[in-house]
C-alpha cells in the first residue's frame, strides 16, 4: 500500500511517499481503507520534532491522526463494525502513529460510525479538533448569557468547533481573527470580531470572564491584562512547564491559567455528533489528492486557513 513516511524530524521536505506492506490486524483491530486524512497542527509539531518528549526520536514516522474510511475486515473480536461500515476515527497513539496510508490498522474503540450526512473530509476533521473544544467546554464551567468569552485564534479547526459549541450556550463571543477571518467567525457564532493583523487585542479596554487562546502566542502573563478579576485562563499549547505550575500558582490568584488536554473518546463524539445532527458545521477549506499530500502540509502550515485542510486517497 501507499504511505507517506519520514526517517528524519524536519520540514515537509522530510515527508516521503513510499510503499509499505498492508497492516495486518488484531483481534480487537479493523482495517479501514482511508478515504481522507485531515490536518492538525500538531503532525507538524511532531515531524519538526517540537514533540519529542511525546512522539520519541525513533523512524521511520508516519503522519496524520485524523481520518475517514471504509472497514475492509474486523478482528475477531470486534463486534459492532461490520466491512463496508463507513467510519471515522483517530489513531491508537497519536504521537507515534499515522493515518495517511492507503489502509490503517485501527483498535475498534477509536473508530465511530461516519454519519451519512458528512462527506468523508468533513468526519476526518472531526477527532482532534472537535475532542479539544468539547475539552475547553467543559473547562468554561457554567456560562450564563452575557458571560464575556475572547477566542484568540478563532477560525481554524479548533476555533470552528468551539465558536459554534460556545454559541449555542448563550456566550457573548468575541474572536480574534485573520481578516479572511472575520465574516466566518461571525457565521460561527462571535458577536465581535477583531481582525489581528490591524488591531492588537491586548490593548483593548474590553475584560474577558474567559480567555481562550488557540493561537498558541498569546501565554498566559499576556492574556491576565485583558482578565477579569475573576476569570480563567484557557490553554491547549501549554508549554510542559506550564502543566504543573499553573496548577501551583492558581492557589494564590483568582485569573486562573487552565491547560487543556484532550483526546478524543466515544464520550465526546457522540455530544459532537449531535451538535452535528443539530446543525454544527464542519468547513473543509481546501482539499487535496493523496499525491500532492506534500503540497497540502505546506498549505496548512503557511496559515490563512478557515476551518480544516484535508487530503483524500483514492
Ligand atoms: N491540547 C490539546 O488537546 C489540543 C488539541 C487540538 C489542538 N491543539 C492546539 O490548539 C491550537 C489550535 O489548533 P487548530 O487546529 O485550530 O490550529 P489552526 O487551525 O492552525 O488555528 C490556529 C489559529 O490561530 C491563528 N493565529 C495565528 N497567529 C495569531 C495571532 N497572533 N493572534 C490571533 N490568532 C492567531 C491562526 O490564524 P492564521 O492561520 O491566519 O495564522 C489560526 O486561525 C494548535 O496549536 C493545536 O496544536 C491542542
Request: glycine share 8%.
Amino acid at each position: 500500500m501507499k504511505t507517506i513516511v519520514y526517517q528524519k524530524f524536519g520540514n515537509t521536505e522530510v515527508m516521503q511517499p513510499v510503499e509499505e506492506p498492508t497492516p495486518v490486524i488484531k483481534a480487537n483491530e479493523v482495517l479501514v481503507k482511508v478515504k481522507a486524512v485531515s490536518i492538525n497542527p500538531m503532525d507538524w509539531k511532531i515531524r519538526k520534532g517540537e514533540m519529542k518528549l511525546m512522539s520519541g526520536s525513533a523512524f521511520p514516522k508516519h503522519t496524520g491522526v485524523d481520518f475517514a474510511g471504509i472497514i475492509e475486515e474486523t478482528g475477531s473480536a470486534v463486534t459492532h463494525f461490520k466491512k463496508g461500515d463507513e467510519v471515522f476515527g483517530v489513531v491508537k497513539n497519536n504521537m507515534k502513529d499515522g493515518a495517511l496510508s492507503e489502509y490503517v490498522a485501527i483498535p475498534s474503540s477509536n473508530i465511530w460510525k461516519k454519519p451519512a450526512m458528512l462527506s468523508y473530509a468533513q468526519a476526518a476533521s472531526v477527532p482532534i479538533a472537535g475532542a479539544a473544544a468539547v475539552a475547553a467546554l467543559e473547562k468554561t464551567g457554567k456560562i450564563a448569557p452575557g458571560t464575556d468569552i475572547l477566542v484568540n485564534g478563532a477560525t481554524g479547526g479548533f476555533g470552528m468547533f468551539l465558536l459554534q459549541l460556545l454559541k449555542d450556550k448563550g456566550a457573548n463571543i468575541t474572536a480574534v481573527s485573520n481578516t479572511k477571518g472575520t465574516a466566518v467567525a461571525k457565521r460561527w457564532g462571535a458577536s465581535t470580531v477583531i481582525d489581528f493583523t490591524r488591531e492588537n487585542v491586548l490593548t483593548q479596554q474590553k475584560r474577558y470572564d474567559i480567555v481562550i487562546d488557540l493561537s498558541g502566542k498569546m501565554g498566559y502573563a499576556n492574556a491576565k491584562q485583558i482578565m477579569k478579576p475573576v476569570s480563567l485562563f484557557l490553554n491547549p499549547t501549554p508549554r510542559p512547564i506550564e502543566i504543573p505550575t499553573s496548577l501551583f500558582k492558581n492557589l494564590f490568584t483568582a485569573k486562573k491559567h487552565i491547560v487543556i488536554l484532550s483526546q478524543p473518546s466515544s464520550k465526546n463524539m457522540t455530544m459532537l455528533l449531535n451538535a452535528i445532527h443539530e446543525g454544527l458545521q464542519i468547513e473543509v477549506s481546501r482539499i487535496f489528492p493523496f499525491d500532492q499530500s506534500v503540497e497540502a502540509y505546506q498549505y496548512a502550515e503557511a496559515g490563512g486557513i478557515i476551518g480544516k485542510v484535508a487530503i483524500e486517497i483514492n
